[in-house]
């Protein structure tokens, strides 16, 4: 076939023509591509979800159990009977030997004050006393005298009544006289100190020969024997306290738990602190000191209630929950706090709170297991905390 071109037009049409060929031909030309390398792999590995394990000694089961409400208490001890030795008369110590530490025995001399002046005044009130006795013996045999003269007519009645009255007034003086002497007589008594109790001296406030007025503090004397814990509490704490109440008591410097009971209870508000004192005596004082500072819990009473440990209970959120494991998962339950104590027969300082809104034998994860997030894969084992993996925390 013979084709004429003209021109540069055709020349152009004609490569047109050419390059289309060109490229229908290899569109034609190029081999089909293999639909098994071109499509995407038919399986892909699978990656698991991680599977945290929590230790056994991180979880508890949530049951009933007798939980006894507990009141904390603080405060000081304080001896039962406490006396401060006074003066009674003013005067110069002669005699005061007693130190810090000793003992005393109810009865016992301990302080003696000069009695050189009072024994003067003693003499005087009872040679006033003589001088009025005899006094009486005058008026009574005046008395006597015109007695038997009124009745022999020599006299009148009148006089008579006269001596009766001038006896009287003998005798009232003599009897005033006897009093002075017994007043002289017990200031010179109280020249002499004497412990109303069996104890220690706790202080000792003068030295011999130092001169005292009256009501002057000498010594201070504490028996041991009987000691109480001097408790402040608020009145809404108060309300729930009855004598006869026990408390178990921790004291400074001693590892040994006591036992006290509530003995009184202060029926006043104090003004300054608006506090109540409550007294509670110690059932043991072997090796005990007044002063020193205890605090422990006072036992309310006893309840049958689903109780948890308080650290289980978390508020890391707006409402407290308590986390658990339910089928093999962390499930958030919100829950609502009650009494508060320790289980009964505990033996140490953990404090367990009564909670509602947990099912009954719900495996609960305690405080130590920390935040964790809900619906995460959890599995419960007996591998020791200190081996498990780490735990990533929830956001509140």
Known sequence: MNFKIKGWGGVALLSAAMLGGGAWY????????????????ASV???????????????????????VQNLPI?????AINTVAIKSRVAGEITQLSLREGDYVKAGQVVARIDPTEYQRKLRQAEQQADAAKAQVEIAKRQYDNNKSLVDKGFISITALETSFSSLSGAEATYKAALSGADVARKVLDDAVLTSPISGQVSARLAQPGERVSVDVRLLEVVDLNSLELEATMSPADSIDVRVGQQATL???GREQSVTAKVQRINPNVQAGS??????????????????LYGQGQLALGQRQVVAIPLDAVRTDKPQAYVQTIDNNKVVHHVVKAGLRGQLLGQTDNTVWVEVSGVPPNSVVLRGTAGALRE????????TPAAASPALPSSKP
Do not use: C, H, M, W
């Open 45 to 67: 590995a699978a990656v698991a979800a991680p599977v945290f394990e929590i230790p056994a000694s991180d979880t508890l089961v949530a049951t009933e159990q007798r939980l």
């Open 26 to 41: 290899t569109r034609s030309a190029a081999p089909k591509q293999d639909a098994s390398k071109a499509a995407p792999p």
């Open 375 to 382: 619906g995460l894969p959890v599995r419960s084992g007996s």
């Open 74 to 78: 603080s405060g000081n001890l304080k």
């Open 274 to 291: 608006r506090s109540v004192l409550v007294y509670l005596r110690l059932d043991s004082v072997s090796g005990l000191r007044q002063g």
């Open 250 to 252: 921790q004291l400074e």
